[in-house]
DNA sequence: CTTCTAAAGTCAACATAGTTGACATGAAGG
DNA sequence: CCTTCATGTCAACTATGTTGACTTTAGAAG
């Protein structure tokens, strides 16, 4: 587990551009850090990272979610999974039980202490996010949407 | 060195949102997958990975860099560099010249095969961002940018 | 020439995040 | 009862990063 993990402010780079396109490569590399840096401090300071997060994040939009399920959309093996989810379990961040009629899966679903770092790690990136549309206007957030599912779905 | 790495498809998962902006939180998760997927997976068919890319790109761009201000804009620590950075110099990815003025620091150089696969890693990361930016029309791209600076500097 | 300093390189120990492969357990269903 | 499927666990491995403690190299200052 990586201690407070100070920001880490990395200027971005001046680089010299040899395509046109280059600005846009760095802008969704220094994008990506630029959302997730305060959130990751938060979640450093609480002996968590990325991956409990996406643990949580997925959680709570979907309770009573199964391993199996939860697996496929982390897109991690149940190995990789074993590690942070058994910690959130021991921290008592997530609850595991097994529903009455469907005995063979176990149902995951956030603890009040689990929606509470779930909440704040996530609030830290939208508050980002927020800043950065409010700038942009209702018309500018629409286009950032709609160029990032096409770069998503990349088609 | 991982394998070949096969895209994993990672459909965006349909989770509830909780809030109006989750649906920008999962974007650029999804969007920075999207625009590193194939860059990856070339990438591992060359024995290489992402560091390596970032390493590479870096230098095409500040030919003769010395390696304190490569720490820098890579913003990682000296020893993490070194692994990678041998492997490029071993594979003649890389030359590292002390220059005739200037011995005390080693000036890095692409090499032509390491500039090729530069190229190449990169030219799939901007063939995404071209498609992407050909749907939404210039305004549509110019307001990408503009977000994503804003994201990037969070102010 | 000697000494100090800065850049670079190296080594060890560790943490995290992921992989495969193999195998154990526990409940549902035929 | 026996199979199957979801889950759990163990081991070994790779990769990427960290800190700390050096050494080496070469320019600069005395």
Redesign the interface.
């Known amino acids: 587990m990586p201690k407070t993990s100070q920001a880490?402010g990395?200027h971005?780079?001046s680089?010299?551009?040899?395509?046109d396109?280059?600005?846009?490569?760095e802008?969704?590399y220094?994008?990506?850090?630029?959302?997730t840096?305060?959130a990751d401090d938060y979640l450093a300071r609480q002996g968590l990272s990325r991956p409990h997060h996406r643990i949580l994040?997925?959680v709570?939009?979907?309770p009573d979610i199964a391993i199996g399920a939860l697996i496929e959309?982390l897109?991690i093996s149940k190995q990789a999974l074993n590690r942070p989810l058994n910690l959130l379990l021991e921290r008592k961040l997530l609850t595991s039980t097994r529903a009455p009629e469907q005995h063979r899966s176990k149902l995951l679903r956030l603890t009040a202490a689990g929606q509470r770092i779930e909440q704040k790690a996530?609030d830290h990136?939208?508050k980002?996010?927020?800043?950065?549309?409010e700038?942009?206007g209702p018309?500018?957030?629409a286009?950032?949407?709609?160029?990032?599912?096409?770069?998503?779905?990349?088609?």
């Open positions: 880490a990395l971005r780079a680089l010299a551009k040899l395509h396109l280059d600005a846009s490569l802008l969704m220094y994008g990506w850090r630029g959302m840096l305060e994040y997925v709570a939009r979907r959309i897109g996530s990136e939208r980002v996010m927020r800043r950065a549309f700038r942009a018309s500018g957030a286009a950032w949407m709609a160029v990032m599912e096409a770069i998503a779905d990349n088609n």
